[in-house]
């Protein structure tokens, strides 16, 4: 079972930055792929970004050239950089760490951006 605890969720007015965190507990972190979801109000929990352990991402379309995922192994930590963002962003965020064992979740981060 993997620990994960979500930070840096807040309000922010269109056009701003945010930055998430999400802190595993394990020892072997550096084998997961990590992942970011979000959802909104009324609708599916969507997949954000994923980065694997070798580094390589991949995001949902319309986070692209505004969202990247980064992960600090030493660190046990995954982090999502959020640039120009847009009210449809605004949703509850969360980490999932993919293992063997199944998809692990965090409690989740709000994200509000207005207008």
């Known amino acids: 079972q993997v620990q994960l605890v979500e930070s840096g969720g807040g309000l922010v007015q269109a056009g701003g930055s945010l930055r998430l965190s999400c802190a595993a507990s394990?020892?072997?972190?550096?084998?997961?792929?990590m992942g970011w979801y979000r959802q909104a109000p009324g609708r599916e929990r969507e997949l954000v970004a994923r980065?694997?352990?070798?580094?390589?991402?991949n995001y949902a379309d319309s986070v692209k050239g505004r969202f990247t995922i980064s992960r600090d192994n030493a660190k046990n930590t995954v982090y999502l950089q959020m640039n120009s963002l847009k009210p449809e962003d605004t949703a509850v965020y969360y980490c999932?760490?993919?293992?063997?064992?199944?998809?692990?979740w965090g409690q989740g981060t709000q994200v509000t951006v207005s207008s």
């Open positions: 999932a760490a993919f293992t063997t064992y199944g998809t692990n």
């Open positions: 394990g020892s072997i972190f550096s084998s997961y792929a």
């Open positions: 980065i694997i352990s070798g580094g390589s991402t």
